[in-house]
């Protein structure tokens, strides 16, 4: 937190911020230092700005604002303190769908355990009886071997930059943030162009395991053009670039490559851990290859990439008894 926060000495925020219903409203004028007797403005100012110390993506930060923003419209300006279960279950019931209690739910959690385990201004959490509702994960698209193979080479046409983007999320599978928090250092190239990439969880809130990856000689001239053509960052990082912008490339070379469906560096992730159950990798392989902390969920997210990998199902075994009939 701030040496404001920290001190005790109250600060002054910004004159506008957004309200929830998207309009620019009135901030309170002076923000004193957070304490159990806070009201919720309060809190939640000192939450978006150890959100903003964290480095949490911008549209995270909005969400979590806007909820919290709407719980404070249900409840009241209460004190932090004087929040009850009956408080959150008041506001997760005024959800319309499940998706939406699931995300209320989420930020509530994140809020009320950052003022009990980081400023420990509250000793009681209202939301740790609460439990989402089961959401059904969504079944993996992957690309077929002839869409990468036009993947890559739409982003080998397009730039040094896309080509090795493309290439570490479709050929290594990972995910965004990894990507974006890569530095020139965690790689050791070899000279015939293969290498070892270490990835590290750098930010707090990163599930991700630490983990090292192999890369195929096809790695080595590709991250060679990209440097040549970019040069090396001061701060060692790989990359400089928005998430939202990532998004905004993978669709761009996606259309280049003449690929219809959606593709997004999930989908890039996900055709990965396809491409390893195809060639014989396990459920405990799949979680440490991909950095996954060993839960049922995502116990069950790799699942969906052992079903998508195993062989077809052979529908000529029906018609052949039939015909033996």
Known sequence: MSDSHDSGRPVQPPLFDVAASGNFAPELGVIGPLRADSQLPVARYWFRRYLEEQQRPINTIKSYGYDLAKFEQCVGLKRVEQITRRDVAKFLGESNTRSTKKRRLTTLGSFFRWLVEVERVISTDPTDEFYPDQIALKSPKPLHPDEQRAFL?????????????????????????????????????????????????????????????????????????YEEHYGIREDGKLFDMLPQSVNKLVERIARLAGITKKVTPQSLRDTYAVELAKAGADEDQLLAILGLADDSRNRMSVQRYLKLGGPPVNTAVGSQSSDDA
Do not use: H
């Open 153 to 225: 080479e739409a982003a080998r046409d397009d730039s040094p930059r896309a080509a090795l983007m493309c290439w570490l999320m479709l050929r290594l599978g990972l995910g965004r943030g990894e990507l974006l928090d890569l530095e020139r250092m965690d790689i050791d190239v070899a000279p015939d162009g293969s290498a070892e990439i270490t990835i590290f969880p750098r930010r707090a809130r990163m599930q991700n395991k630490e983990r090292k990856l192999a890369a195929s000689p096809e790695f080595g001239p590709l991250l060679a053009a």
